[in-house]
Nanobody, 123 residues
Framework: QVQLVESGGGLVQAGASLRLSCAAS????????AGWFRQAPGKEREFVATIRSSGSTYYADAVKGRFTISRDNATTTVYLQMNSLKPEDTAVYYC?????????????????WGQGPQVPVSS
């Protein structure tokens, strides 16, 4: 059984930085893409960033230049470094494992999900 355990969420002020971690266990990781999504109150889940098994990365326009996704296959962990946080970044953030090596910006391309830590950003 694949498990994704996230950590690093919490209340921050606008302009601050935060790093989320997602530790994967119980299944294949290095040959799969991984992604981060978020869901703000009253809104649908939206794509944030994704990283292929090759290491190529893709970002939503809203976070491009501020967020960085990375992975460590040795520890089967995916990270999301978030800089210059804005109040509109407030959301529950979910990591997910891709079904294959290639990235998707749609949630249908992912088969396992983390529990989703909250990241409130105060103004």
């Amino acid at each position: 059984q694949v498990q994704l355990v996230e950590s690093g969420g919490g209340l921050v002020q606008a302009g601050a930085s935060l790093r989320l971690s997602c530790a994967a266990s119980g299944g294949t990781f290095s040959r799969k893409a991984a992604g981060w999504f978020r869901q703000a109150p009253g809104k649908e889940r939206e794509f944030v960033a994704t990283i292929r098994s090759s290491g190529s990365t893709y970002y939503a326009d809203a976070v491009k230049g501020r967020f960085t996704i990375s992975r460590d296959n040795a520890t089967t962990t995916v990270y999301l470094q978030m800089n210059s946080l804005k109040p509109e970044d407030t959301a529950v953030y979910y990591c997910a494992r891709g079904m294959g090596p290639y990235s998707h910006s749609s949630y249908v391309g992912y088969d396992y999900w983390g529990q989703g830590p909250q990241v409130p950003v105060s103004s």
